[in-house]
Every structure is written in C-alpha cells, then in structure tokens.
C-alpha cells in the first residue's frame, strides 16, 4: 500500500519528534537541539539528539537516524505501514484501509486471509483490555490469595507479575462473561476472542479460562491480543479427566499464533540494547529468565519457531540464542529451530542445558550469572545442527554410512541459507566434520539436491536473496557533499535539476538519492531533508547523511557553494575521461598501430589541455 504523499506529510507535522521520543527518552534542551540516551542502545552519556526545527534525530553513538516515522519504526519494529498508522492514531488523523487483495495475509495453501477493517481491529483490541484489567484485578484482589501465594513460590517478583500483566481468571463459570457484558461488549465478540463459549442447550455462554494464571499477549502497540492460561494446582483434574495444563486463545483477526512471540512487547527495547534475542519454550520460561536480567527473552506461542517469527525478530536484531529445555524433547525442538532461523539470515547459537533442566529451573537453582555464562558461550547454530544429525546417525561409528546420509539431511539446510558466503563456509565446516574433501561433499551434495527434486539437476545459484541490499562502499566526498547541499538549502535544488548535476555522480547510492529527493521535490516542493534521508535504501550513506544533518552546517550562499562542486566534480569527469582515454594510446601501442595510437593520444592530450585550462582559469 502506498500513502498519499499530502497525508504522510501531514502525519509528519501534527506528530512533535520531540514529543514523540519524550514518550520514551529523557530530554533536555541543548543548544537548537534536544539530548537524551539513545533507546537503541546502551550508553552513559547523551549521545542521541533531537532536531526540533528540521524534525529529525541521529546518535552519534550508534549512527541511527531518520525522521519520526524512522524513530517508532526502529523503536517497536513496526514496518512502514505500522508505524504511519500508529503515529497518524496517535494525533486522530483517519488513514484508509489497504485496498482489497493489497497486503492481505496468506494462508497455507495460497488463498488470502479475508482483510479485516480497521474498525473491528479497534473491537478486539478492546475487549482484549477490559478481559486484561479483570484478570489483573481479580489476581491482585480477595479472590487471587492462592494465586498469588503459587505465583511467589514459583519465584516471580511483584515487580515481574505487572510487567507482563499477569492475571488470574478464577475458579467460576461466568464471572468474565458478566465483567464484559456490564461493560458493553457482545458476547459474539467475546466467543470469537475465545474468550467465552456458547452454553450447549444455548442459554448463554460461560467462561474459557477457570482456575488459570493468564499471561496477556500483547502486540508490538502494546494491545492485548490473546491469553494464555496455565492452570492452577489443585484444579489439574474434574473427576477421572485431566485438564490441560496450558491453553491458550484462538486465532482471530488480530493474532496469528505462528506470527506471534509471547514477550516480544516487553523485550523490544533490550533487543535494540543487546543485539540479540533468547528464545525460550515456555511463558514461565520467559518471566524467569527476564527477571534474571535478561530481558531480551521471549518465547514461541505454543508452537514451533516458525519463518514468520523469525521475520519479526529480524526487524530488531541479526542473531538469536535458542535456550531450550535439557531434554530430548528440547533437543528436538533446537534442531527444528535451527534450519528456520538460518533460512531467513539470522545468526543462530544454541544452548544445551543439563539434561532435565529448563530455563526456569536453571536460573533458580543455579543463579541469574550462571545463566548468562551459558548463554555468552552457545554453540553456533550450524554446529550444533551438524553435530545432533553426527550422533543421530552415528557417523562417527560408521563413517561411509553414515556420512552420505548426514548430507541428505543438511543439504536442504545449507541451500535454505540466503546468504552465498555463508553457505559456502558452512559447507567447507561440514566437509571437515565429516572428513571428506570440498570436492566430494560438493558431488554427495549435487546427489543429495538431485534425490530430493527428482528429475531436476542440482540447483548451482541457490535462493534467491531475501537479506537487505548490503550497503555500498562510501561516496566520493564532493558527491556526498553535492548531496548535503541540495538536501539542506532547498533554493539550490531547480538549478541543479537544471544543470543535470546527475551526468556528474558515479556512485549508485548518491544518484539513487538524488532521484528520490527529484521525484519527492516534484510532489511535495520543498520536501524536508529528513523525510528524503529516510527513505534511502543504502544504509552505509544514509547513516552518512543524518551524521551530516547533525553537525549542522549553514548555507550563506547555496547557489555559489553549487558552482563550486560542479566545477569540482566536472573536473573529476575530465580526470576519469583522461585516465579511460590514455587506455587506447596503451592498447594501439601495443599492437604498432601507429595511426590508431596517434589519433588516441590527440584525444587524451585535449582532455589534459581542458583540465589544464580550468586549472588556470582558477588561479586568474
């Protein structure tokens, strides 16, 4: 979906940057700017500064910059439609729907999730809140005592149980399904949330969760989406049947349980802080783990680690460190997770703790640092996968067995890798684990692909890449500067378009920039430096540009600084056709073809007399 062009400006202007990142950031008033700690990473001293009057930041300790848009991007991981509809909800500005069919959701299979409107988005949402604040207040209230007294013997602090909002849904039929109705909301809703159920003979409905600690799952806005629900103990059996020990809610509209992480909410800034995240199994897993300061932990929702999941760690962090339990079901879990995180160009480490322990149990009987110790010293991901199929097949007893089907079995891993280099080196590491030569595990690999697509030969270019364009080596500086200028003094920009200054640039980046400032500047006259810097895709150069930005530099005479860097880069120009052009003189040289090699060296001599000339009309 593209925005309108009037509409994101309009978000951009009611939308204070300064406001917005006050939301989040200490400031204070320094100079024309405003400074604060960065939220993106771990500092003592300010680094991170807001400009009021240009409306955009940078830190000058982890080179992030961009505009408001950029800021609740990088802070929530919230893609670019997200963060527009969270800041335009924010000032009460109406944003259209997409339009049918336009970023709809897939499912297994290719048909389209039907497109839910925002207005039933805002039901659920609410009913979400009003089940959370009854479950917090009945587990703070008369009726939550032994719940309380169970959630301080599993070792969860106060502090913890209201930072992941923990509840109690009590031991009764309908004690929700009252709350929501007193408070407007139709059972209809309520049973498609899953959070009531119909009554069999139809005379109303009762409660899904009884007797259970409620752990809300909110989405990266901080909305309460679903519930999971652990049961309490003395409520594990009715009669002869057993009860679940965990359930959790259906999927709806607003949650997809493959695309959803419990904790994610909670964590998302000590992911930008650390650089990675810690998956773990279970929600319990998760407050323990975080309440041992590590807060950057997080957990699947009751399934697998899935692609989907894994797209949206990648939104804050390169790396994950999978912390699962010490047994074989845990194991298991740990080589599904694996291949997933790789085939979508995350780093992977893995840590195996003892054999019946979890991350709970772990961090309560060994201690908050025995736990980091382990985690800081996981076992790349590759590795581990390698050495589990190792063992599982037992290779190391019969090698020539064993060794061709170990390679059945990781080659659909190394081609799932976006990443080239990668799976190269990961394949030189196999070839060593396995003693064999490149050569062979090259040919067990052309066998492997064949097996596994019959009738198809091996597959020599691999995935396409689906990683972020890497960035580009840095620009010349003139051309940099070229950039700078038009960006910062706006009367400059109909003449360069007017001296077709683009002819001049040799690096993609900054002429991929100078096209979108073109194309933003023909829409939007005037268009502010920091909405065109965030919108370009080189991050190498547009880390350049915010730095630039915030160092500030003012423009006394824009259009004479214009003449000057045109000369220059038109200098540049000559000296490149001058060094293209002494190639030809070499060439006809070397073949003794005199009149080729004459005519040639006519053509770099009046390249030389041109440069000469400027050179001369400088110094006059």
Same mark, same amino acid.
């Given at each position: 979906?593209?925005?309108?062009?009037?509409?994101?400006?309009?978000?951009?202007?009611?939308?204070?940057?300064?406001?917005?990142?006050?939301?989040?950031?200490?400031?204070?008033?320094?100079?024309?700017?405003?400074?604060?700690?960065?939220?993106?990473?771990?500092?003592?001293?300010?680094?991170?500064?807001?400009?009021?009057?240009?409306?955009?930041?940078?830190?000058?300790?982890?080179?992030?910059?961009?505009?408001?848009?950029?800021?609740?991007?990088?802070?929530?991981?919230?893609?670019?439609?997200?963060?527009?509809?969270?800041?335009?909800?924010?000032?009460?500005?109406?944003?259209?729907?997409?339009?049918?069919?336009?970023?709809?959701?897939?499912?297994?299979?290719?048909?389209?999730?039907?497109?839910?409107?925002?207005?039933?988005?805002?039901?659920?949402?609410?009913?979400?809140?009003?089940?959370?604040?009854?479950?917090?207040?009945?587990?703070?209230?008369?009726?939550?005592?032994?719940?309380?007294?169970?959630?301080?013997?599993?070792?969860?602090?106060?502090?913890?149980?209201?930072?992941?909002?923990?509840?109690?849904?009590?031991?009764?039929?309908?004690?929700?399904?009252?709350?929501?109705?007193?408070?407007?909301?139709?059972?209809?809703?309520?049973?498609?949330?899953?959070?009531?159920?119909?009554?069999?003979?139809?005379?109303?409905?009762?409660?899904?969760?009884?007797?259970?600690?409620?752990?809300?799952?909110?989405?990266?806005?901080?909305?309460?989406?679903?519930?999971?629900?652990?049961?309490?103990?003395?409520?594990?059996?009715?009669?002869?049947?057993?009860?679940?020990?965990?359930?959790?809610?259906?999927?709806?509209?607003?949650?997809?349980?493959?695309?959803?992480?419990?904790?994610?909410?909670?964590?998302?800034?000590?992911?930008?802080?650390?650089?990675?995240?810690?998956?773990?199994?279970?929600?319990?897993?998760?407050?323990?783990?975080?309440?041992?300061?590590?807060?950057?932990?997080?957990?699947?929702?009751?399934?697998?680690?899935?692609?989907?999941?894994?797209?949206?760690?990648?939104?804050?962090?390169?790396?994950?460190?999978?912390?699962?339990?010490?047994?074989?079901?845990?194991?298991?879990?740990?080589?599904?997770?694996?291949?997933?995180?790789?085939?979508?160009?995350?780093?992977?480490?893995?840590?195996?703790?003892?054999?019946?322990?979890?991350?709970?149990?772990?961090?309560?009987?060994?201690?908050?640092?025995?736990?980091?110790?382990?985690?800081?010293?996981?076992?790349?991901?590759?590795?581990?996968?390698?050495?589990?199929?190792?063992?599982?097949?037992?290779?190391?007893?019969?090698?020539?067995?064993?060794?061709?089907?170990?390679?059945?079995?990781?080659?659909?891993?190394?081609?799932?890798?976006?990443?080239?280099?990668?799976?190269?080196?990961?394949?030189?590491?196999?070839?060593? *684990?396995?003693?064999? /030569? +490149?050569?062979? !595990?090259?040919?067990? =690999?052309?066998? @492997?692909? $064949? &097996?596994?697509?019959?009738? #198809?030969?091996?597959?020599?270019?691999?995935?396409?890449?689906?990683?972020?364009?890497?960035?580009?080596?840095?620009?010349?500086?003139?051309?940099?500067?070229?950039?700078?200028?038009?960006?910062?003094?706006?009367?400059?920009?109909?003449?360069?378009?007017?001296?077709?200054?683009?002819?001049?640039?040799?690096?993609?980046?900054?002429?991929?920039?100078?096209?979108?400032?073109?194309?933003?500047?023909?829409?939007?006259?005037?268009?502010?430096?920091?909405?065109? *810097?965030?919108?370009? /895709? +080189?991050?190498? !150069?547009?880390?350049? =540009?915010?730095? @630039?930005? $915030? &160092?500030?530099?003012?423009? #006394?005479?824009?259009?004479?600084?214009?003449?000057?860097?045109?000369?220059?880069?038109?200098?540049?120009?000559?000296?490149?056709?001058?060094?293209?052009?002494?190639?030809?003189?070499?060439?006809?040289?070397?073949?003794?073809?005199?009149?080729?090699?004459?005519?040639?060296?006519?053509?770099?001599?009046?390249?030389?007399?041109?440069?000469?000339?400027?050179?001369?009309?400088?110094?006059?």
């Amino acid at each position: 979906m593209r925005f309108d062009d009037t509409l994101l400006q309009e978000i951009r202007d009611r939308n204070s940057l300064v406001q917005v990142v006050g939301d989040y950031v200490s400031l204070r008033k320094a100079g024309n700017n405003h400074v604060g700690l960065c939220p993106f990473h771990s500092e003592r001293s300010p680094s991170f500064s807001v400009n009021e009057q240009r409306q955009f930041f940078y830190c000058f300790g982890c080179q992030t910059g961009g505009d408001v848009i950029a800021f609740v991007r990088e802070l929530h991981g919230y893609s670019f439609i997200e963060a527009v509809r969270h800041l335009a909800d924010r000032v009460g500005i109406a944003v259209p729907d997409a339009p049918r069919g336009a970023g709809a959701s897939e499912r297994p299979g290719g048909e389209r999730a039907p497109r839910v409107d925002r207005r039933s988005k805002d039901a659920y949402f609410a009913i979400g809140r009003s089940a959370r604040e009854y479950f917090t207040e009945t587990l703070q209230g008369l009726r939550g005592a032994a719940a309380r007294e169970y959630v301080r013997e599993r070792g969860i602090s106060a502090d913890t149980a209201t930072r992941f909002a923990l509840g109690l849904a009590p031991d009764g039929w309908d004690g929700l399904s009252q709350h929501l109705a007193s408070e407007g909301f139709d059972a209809r809703l309520a049973e498609s949330a899953g959070l009531v159920a119909a009554r069999k003979d139809g005379s109303g409905f009762y409660d899904r969760f009884r007797s259970r600690l409620m752990f809300p799952i909110r989405n990266l806005a901080g909305e309460v989406v679903a519930f999971g629900g652990r049961i309490l103990p003395g409520f594990e059996q009715i009669g002869d049947e057993k009860v679940a020990k965990y359930i959790n809610s259906p999927e709806t509209p607003v949650y997809t349980k493959g695309k959803a992480l419990f904790g994610l909410y909670e964590a998302r800034r000590a992911l930008r802080q650390t650089g990675y995240a810690v998956v773990v199994e279970g929600n319990v897993d998760v407050l323990m783990v975080s309440q041992a300061g590590i807060e950057h932990v997080l957990a699947p929702m009751g399934t697998a680690l899935t692609p989907e999941q894994c797209q949206l760690l990648r939104r804050f962090v390169p790396r994950v460190v999978l912390l699962y339990d010490g047994d074989n079901a845990g194991r298991a879990a740990a080589r599904k997770g694996v291949p997933v995180a790789l085939a979508e160009g995350l780093q992977v480490g893995v840590v195996t703790l003892p054999d019946g322990q979890d991350p709970d149990t772990f961090v309560r009987t060994q201690g908050a640092e025995a736990l980091a110790a382990l985690i800081e010293r996981a076992v790349p991901g590759w590795d581990f996968l390698v050495e589990a199929t190792i063992d599982a097949l037992g290779v190391r007893q019969d090698r020539r067995a064993g060794a061709p089907r170990a390679v059945d079995q990781l080659a659909p891993v190394l081609d799932g890798m976006p990443d080239r280099r990668e799976r190269l080196l990961y394949q030189r590491s196999l070839a060593g *684990a396995l003693g064999l /030569s +490149d050569s062979d !595990l090259a040919d067990f =690999l052309r066998d @492997a692909r $064949a &097996r596994q697509r019959p009738g #198809a030969g091996p597959d020599p270019g691999g995935p396409e890449q689906r990683a972020a364009r890497p960035s580009m080596a840095p620009p010349p500086w003139r051309e940099l500067k070229l950039l700078m200028l038009l960006l910062e003094a706006a009367e400059t920009r109909p003449v360069a378009q007017g001296r077709d200054v683009q002819r001049l640039l040799t690096h993609p980046g900054v002429r991929e920039a100078l096209e979108l400032l073109w194309n933003l500047d023909d829409e939007q006259p005037g268009v502010p430096a920091a909405v065109v *810097a965030s919108s370009v /895709s +080189d991050g190498a !150069l547009k880390t350049q =540009l915010f730095e @630039a930005l $915030a &160092r500030g530099h003012e423009h #006394a005479d824009g259009r004479r600084e214009l003449d000057e860097l045109v000369m220059l880069l038109e200098e540049d120009q000559l000296k490149r056709e001058r060094v293209a052009a002494a190639r030809p003189v070499r060439e006809a040289s070397s073949r003794q073809d005199d009149t080729a090699a004459t005519a040639a060296l006519f053509a770099e001599l009046a390249l030389a007399r041109q440069i000469q000339s400027r050179k001369d009309s400088k110094i006059s």
